[in-house]
């Protein structure tokens, strides 16, 4: 599995921002899929994941702001972010678990910046 982020940029507190992370190959169906980020200096923490049967989860930081989703038709995970903070600021990578291997594999990662 190939995975392919974009969608990173910068935009101002408060705004909204879109993310999508598109995978190779034929077997979207059996791949669970998630957001992690790192801000410079930090560690990489969890955002958001969603299974292959579509089960949505969410660090606490983001909830009610981000939402994760995923068009299987289109091989591409989402992330959709609002009410963005400068904390929010980080590199963004996508995460892509493949349920029948239990392999992991991760995208390239896109740049959010946001101002205050």
């Known amino acids: 599995v190939q995975l392919q982020a974009s969608g990173g940029g910068l935009v101002q507190a408060g705004g909204s921002l879109t993310l999508s992370c598109t995978a190779s190959?034929?077997?979207?169906?059996?791949?669970?899929m998630g957001w992690y980020r790192q801000a410079p200096g930090k560690q990489r923490d969890y955002v958001a994941g969603?299974?292959?049967?579509?089960?949505?989860n969410y660090a606490d930081s983001v909830k009610d702001r981000f939402t994760v989703s995923r068009d299987n038709a289109k091989n591409t995970l989402y992330l959709q972010m609002s009410s963005l903070k400068p904390d929010d600021t980080a590199v963004y990578y996508c995460?892509?678990?493949?349920?029948?291997?239990?392999?992991?594999?991760w995208g390239q990662g896109t740049l959010v910046t946001v101002s205050s």
């Open positions: 995460h892509a678990v493949d349920t029948r291997t239990m392999r992991n594999y």
């Open positions: 190959g034929n077997s979207f169906e059996y791949i669970s």
């Open positions: 969603i299974t292959h049967t579509a089960v949505t």
